[in-house]
């Protein structure tokens, strides 16, 4: 699980990957991608560490990639490196000119050339199918390339791969082309510290199916140098009331339809990051191999309960509302869990 960010030169990428991850980038450096870890923001966690003050604290993490291009065809040759990610954040500048269709021209820019590089996949792929005789290629190919001239149609006309209503099983058949447009998109408009509305004006009229969120990188990159009571001082000074930095990345965590539970004691509280939709047995091994091997029970009580329990394990469990789950339950977000295994 990965999120790329891209966007135009100079539009903040580095700026905003900085913010989330705390992972500095030198520009005189000029890699072509940076990698760092951003905390996800939880209410839900912060009340768990004020509840047990655990000697180790673990939030949800979202991996993030800043992602640097230079030179021709950038985005074929740097496909290879970010094939791992599952989905992109698009950083449109909206604080050099804030001007509706400028940004809008600016989105579309970086949008048709992933278009275009999806698309001379496709065409060279399709080239070779037709030198390739029927009887050597594997179901699993004629799978894939039975897909591309629909593909292909979508793409010409402008539009992306997530746009041409791909199954969740098709999408997975052509998992290895790393294709740029399949994957699910988040928009981040860049505004200027006097334009702040800037970025709600670019979702009104932009008119994209892809979620549109706004940050001004600038104040933000100037808060995370200060101490927490001064960030609110300044906040409120702004008339802001949480940094956008920490919606960002609540919403790129949602955009890969993950979900947490937790694991609580004095040891350590620590929110464990899933797939949407995970049975217990396999949330289990995200912990460790032999708890998904071993698997008995899982005892689970939801974070909603614990707290109208008082925020006490043992109310909850007196209250015969502690769950003992089998291998079928699927995980929520916000489950508390304890596994019981045995290997
Ligand atoms: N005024 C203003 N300047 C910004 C803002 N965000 C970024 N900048 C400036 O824009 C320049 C580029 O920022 P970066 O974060 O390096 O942009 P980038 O997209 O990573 O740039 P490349 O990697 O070179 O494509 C820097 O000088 C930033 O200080 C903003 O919100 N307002
Ligand atoms: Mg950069």
Not at 213 to 231: D, M, S, V
Not at 240 to 256: D, Q, V, Y
Request: charged share 25%; hydrophobic share 45%; glycine share 8%.
């Amino acid at each position: 699980m990965e999120i790329g960010i891209l966007g135009l030169p100079q539009s903040g990428k580095s700026t905003l990957f900085e913010i989330m991850t705390g992972v500095k980038v030198d520009p005189a450096r000029q890699e072509t991608v940076v990698r760092g870890q951003a905390s996800v923001p939880d209410g839900r966690f912060d009340r768990l560490v004020e509840i047990y003050r655990p000697a180790k604290v673990s939030p949800a993490k979202v991996p993030f990639v800043d992602v640097h291009v230079a030179g021709e065809r950038p985005w074929e040759a740097i496909r290879q490196s970010l094939s791992g990610t599952d989905g992109l954040l698009h950083v449109v500048d909206g604080f050099s000119l804030p001007d509706l269709s400028l940004a809008l021209e600016g989105y579309r820019k970086l949008a048709d050339e992933l278009i275009l590089s999806d698309l001379i996949i496709i065409e060279k792929k399709l080239e070779r199918v037709a030198k390739t005789p029927k009887k050597s290629i594997s179901p699993q190919e004629t799978a894939q390339n039975d897909l591309l001239p629909r593909l292909k149609e979508c793409l010409e006309a402008g539009r992306p791969l997530r746009a041409a209503g791909l199954t969740p099983q098709e999408v997975f058949t052509l998992k290895s082309f790393s294709f740029w447009t399949i994957k699910p998109e988040l928009v981040v408009v860049n505004v200027a510290e006097d334009n702040l509305a800037f970025a709600d004006e670019f979702a009104a009229g932009a008119g994209l199916a892809e979620p549109v969120l706004g940050i001004c990188c600038k104040i933000e990159a100037e808060l995370a140098g200060l101490t927490p009571a001064e960030q609110q001082e300044f906040l409120a000074s702004m008339g802001i009331a949480e940094p956008a930095f920490g919606r960002i990345i609540r919403a790129a965590f949602s955009l890969l339809g993950r979900i947490s539970f937790f694991t609580v004691g004095d040891d350590e509280v620590k929110a464990w990051v899933i797939p949407a939709g995970t049975k217990a047995p396999k949330a289990a091994g995200t912990i460790h191999n032999d708890f998904e091997r071993g698997f008995i029970k899982a005892e689970v009580m939801h974070y909603d309960e614990f707290i109208a329990c008082g925020g006490s394990a043992a109310e909850v469990k007196s209250a015969g509302r502690l769950r003992l789950e089998g291998k079928e339950y699927i995980v929520l977000d916000g489950d508390i869990i304890n596994f019981r295994f045995n290997v």
